[in-house]
């Protein structure tokens, strides 16, 4: 299983926010995805059982291993508008060296809840060996 962060309310983010320099540099989180994070929090209605999910290891199959990821059994998710690119200024730490960071938003369904998924992966795994 891949390690995740659910944030559901900007306490937490702010929590977050203040622990960030106390992780190791595989876990340092990119500064730009917190602050996409709390844009999302201070603009967007998540809904009763929303939430923001940070996923701090590439992907390797974006579909399949963010709905384990997510794990919210039994609801059923679907996909709710177009997948975003998140601009990284910094790109020599470990969680955006060689990687690209993107933004999902999946609509769970019967409720007017959102989950909103930020995950990155390998420059490799997107291109092949020869995209590098």
């Known amino acids: 299983m891949k390690k995740s962060v659910k944030i559901y309310k900007e306490s937490q983010l702010v929590l977050l926010r203040n622990i960030i320099p106390l992780l190791k540099k595989r876990y340092r989180i990119p500064y730009e995805v917190i602050e996409k994070a709390e ?15 940070i996923i701090l290891e590439p992907l390797q199959n974006d ?3 963010m709905q384990d990821i997510v794990n919210y059994y039994p609801h ?9 690119d998140v601009q990284l200024e910094e790109e020599n ?3 955006s060296r060689n990687k690209e960071w993107y933004l999902d938003t ?3 369904k019967k409720e007017s809840s959102y989950i909103y998924i930020l995950y990155c992966m390998t420059l490799e795994r997107l291109y092949g060996k020869e995209g590098k």
């Open 39 to 53: 844009r999302i929090l201070q603009n967007v209605n998540l809904g009763r059982t929303g939430f923001i999910l």
């Open 63 to 65: 579909m399949v291993e």
């Open 76 to 84: 059923k998710l679907k996909i709710d508008g177009d997948i975003n």
């Open 93 to 95: 730490v470990w969680l």
């Open 106 to 108: 999946w609509k769970i």
